[in-house]
């Protein structure tokens, strides 16, 4: 057929239909028991598949080293880069560019419609999402059961460990970690410069120090207006009751109480093995 400038060959064996069309430097494959049609254009060196029953057209780009999968019922393009190990597929309804890095065994994906990109690093177990109207990257390390954000503008790390329950914010111009135990109500803070852990415990309306270089613990019991430190090499509890301007000690190994009374000049002594109360009145 000089007019089409075409060649046809058939291939009985293989069932197959070869079509030359030289005009277009192409070549067309038929072959019917894949449904299948090939193309080779030379000039582009791609070689072109149409898979009937899959709907699906695929594409060999050889200077690319790149092979383009089209799945039609999917809306989706899909393209196989051998060089950089990388799979990416784009699902149109989802507005979703999915990237696979072999290499690195990652997943990413973006969602444009939320303006988010997700990584799912395997070796890590761990799925990174990159939120970035929010200016903020979220980890799930799911071995863990624990979720990481990272807020930059606030220079902030937020861990969430859902078995514990338990929100923790690091606060790096601060050198400050909070962590939130929703079950106690509470919330510690660890100030890592002054070596203080900090706990606040809403139910007891109480604030906990703890100060490891004095070994003390400090309670603030707000509804009492109440300190309360603990010595631990003193074996030493002190309370100071404000609204009664009092400071008390509890010393433990002489098992003598020592309540300090401002108001009235006065220091009074329990010393129970005596079963004994002692009052020095200083200004007398």
Known sequence: ?????????TIAYLEHTVFTIAYLEHTVFTIPYLEQTAFTMPYLEQTAFTIV??????FTIAYLEQTVFTVAYLEQPVFTIPYLEQTVFTILYLEQ???????????????????????????????????LYMEQTVFTVPYQEQTVFTVPYQEQTVFTVPYLEQTVFTVPYLEQTVFTVPYLEQTVFTVPYLEQTVFTVPY????????????????TIVYLEQTVFTIAYLEQTVFTIAYLEQTV????????????????????????????????????
């Open 1 to 9: 057929m000089s007019y089409l400038e075409q060649t046809v060959f």
């Open 53 to 58: 029953y899959l709907e699906q057209t695929v």
């Open 97 to 131: 560019t999915v990237f696979t890095i072999l290499y690195l065994e990652q997943t990413v994906f973006t969602i444009l419609y939320l303006e988010q990109t997700v990584f799912t690093i395997l070796y890590l177990e761990q799925t990174v999402f990159t939120i």
């Open 204 to 219: 007891l309306e109480q604030t906990v120090f703890t100060v490891p270089y004095l070994e003390q613990t400090v309670f």
């Open 249 to 284: 000690f509890t010393i433990l190994f002489m098992e003598l109480t020592v309540f300090t009374i401002l108001f009235m000049e006065q220091t009074v002594f329990t010393i129970p093995y005596l079963e004994q109360t002692v009052f020095p009145i200083l200004y007398m």
